[in-house]
């Protein structure tokens, strides 16, 4: 059995486990390394299960992201993505429309890629606020 990106004929897929709140990047089976890596700098962090050849990869939002940042994190990969040339599927259930509006613009903008700059850890507060 394939990955859900083997499934759907895509380069990632992107979608909340069914009863959990992780967030999964499906990759199709034997996905190149370049793409790997892109996911990997984009902040989701990769995960493989050997099994008899291919080994089955793929990656998830950090577990200790609340998730709004794991929403957001997720969008924000899909500009990158597509910058590369990549044909990505992201679930309505994980789709954050300012996360993608401000991705945008950073691709437009810069160069590299890199993971959304405010992604608050559960049960934290936003930088530049305090406590009252």
Known sequence: MGSRADVEGTDVTI????????????TPTDAPEQLLALLDSLGFER???????????WHEAPAHLDEAAKKQLATH???????AGYVVRID??????????????AVRDHGAPAPP?????MGGRPAGTRRR
Do not use: I, S
């Open 92 to 105: 309505d259930d994980v789709w954050d429309a300012a996360a993608y509006t401000d991705a945008a613009t």
């Open 15 to 26: 979608y909340l486990k069914p009863l959990t709140d992780t967030v999964h990047a499906d």
């Open 117 to 121: 700059l405010a992604v608050p850890a």
């Open 47 to 57: 995960r493989a299960l050997p099994t008899p050849e291919p080994v089955a990869v």
């Open 77 to 83: 990969a899909v500009p990158w993505l597509h910058k």
